[in-house]
């Protein structure tokens, strides 16, 4: 146990030091280097009827909320814009990875059922919420999220952006809401690997 905590705390400090404070990289890369992420995400077997069923229930969870800079569940009581680190830290204890500047990320891996989060600050002011999912049964959680269910869920989004850091390419699909930009950042057209709130412009 200790040894996959020591694993997941190293990667988490990779990925929030690294290309990720940018906005790309994430889910895979707490759990695995980037080489095996992609092969480790086609070995996960093809969700079922049930699993996508969760996974759409994830998803239009975050719709309403967006529109108030929030995300459902645990961070539901954070606001974007408004709640200070100070009351994230009380809520959800240290971090597993401490931001390494103020305006870096607080992250927190996913653990027992419990899905990963990391958090930027302005001026120690929430300026940005990441949601990585759980590791547990991923496939019912943002997993089994593909571009093709949200543009079904959803509709087009406002925009399309492809990002790259060093070989690594994801596609950014943006959808606003009122104030804020809701950010869903895939591997592929298949594998979300974790959704970003901002507040727009």
Partial sequence: MNFVRT???AALAAIITGAAVAGT???????APAHQASAASSRQPAPTASDTEHAVETLNSFY???LKGQFPGRAAKFTIGQTARADILRSFGSPDVPRSSATGFDA?????????????YKSNTLS????????????????????KILKQQW???SS???ITTGKVKQTKLTYIRGDYKLEFIFNNSTDLDHINLTRKG
């Fill in 25 to 31: 990289l994430g889910f895979n890369d707490l759990l």
């Fill in 7 to 9: 694993i997941t705390k």
């Fill in 108 to 120: 927190y891996g996913a653990n027992m059922g419990n899905p990963g989060y990391a958090f930027a």
């Fill in 160 to 162: 399309t952006t492809t």
């Fill in 128 to 147: 940005e919420m990441r949601y990585f999912g759980t590791h547990v049964e991923r496939q019912t959680n943002i997993g089994g999220i593909t571009m």
């Fill in 155 to 157: 509709y087009a989004p």
């Fill in 64 to 66: 309403k909320p967006a």
